[in-house]
């Protein structure tokens, strides 16, 4: 297993990227563009943040309803008449195994409701405001055409320098493999 089989442990170009993504925000937007995406990044954050704890809030709760209905379901199912032994037409009698123990919640299918429910709601919440906040932002960039115009370009100027850049980075490590390096 190589070191870059997990992502945390990856050789990436983040800090070059962004300080390339600097460079265009500052020689090809305006101020005007740059407050834009300023605001509409926060937006998406924002948006993002809110349906993570709605999530997390609404997955909580119906875990607490799981484990309340599990809990009532328990006590009438331990307070109901239940058979002791099965006898068969042939006049055979077996007894049958207490099995309230068995069906008793415990502490630890409680925390994996809590926690499986929880980090769900955190997921589908945080997509979800993920997807609004994305929307609410392009609303945003999109209601001023000219600077709307001028961050597409500005993008896709960025792309191509990253994109050069990753090509060079790439003939590097070619030219490095080569020579035994």
Do not use: C, W
């Not at 600097?22 to 305006?30: A, I, N, R, V």
């Not at 834009?36 to 997390?56: D, F, M, N």
């Not at 049958?96 to 429910?117: N, Q, W």
Request: charged letters at 25%; aromatic letters at 6%.
């Amino acid at each position: 297993m190589s070191s870059e089989s997990f992502a945390m442990t990856r050789k990436t170009m983040g800090p070059e990227l962004a300080k390339l993504a600097e460079e265009h925000m500052k020689h090809d937007l305006q101020q005007s563009d740059r407050d834009a995406l300023r605001k509409a990044a926060s937006t998406v954050s924002t948006y993002a943040t809110v349906g993570s704890l709605l999530g997390l809030g609404l997955g909580t709760l119906l875990a607490f309803r799981i484990r309340s209905n599990r809990t009532a379901m328990f006590k009438a199912f331990r307070t109901t008449e239940q058979p002791t032994a099965l006898k068969f037409a042939s006049g055979k009698e077996t007894p049958l195994p207490d099995m309230t123990a068995a069906l008793k919640p415990s502490t630890l299918g409680d925390v994996a409701t809590y926690m499986l429910l929880g980090g769900g709601g955190i997921f589908f919440g945080g997509e979800t405001g993920l997807l609004t906040g994305s929307f609410r932002a392009r609303q945003q960039i999109g209601s001023d055409r000219d600077g709307r115009d001028r961050i597409q370009r500005a993008f896709r100027r960025f792309q191509a320098d990253a994109l050069r850049q990753q090509a060079q980075l790439l003939e590097n490590e070619d030219r490095g493999s080569i020579l035994g390096l």
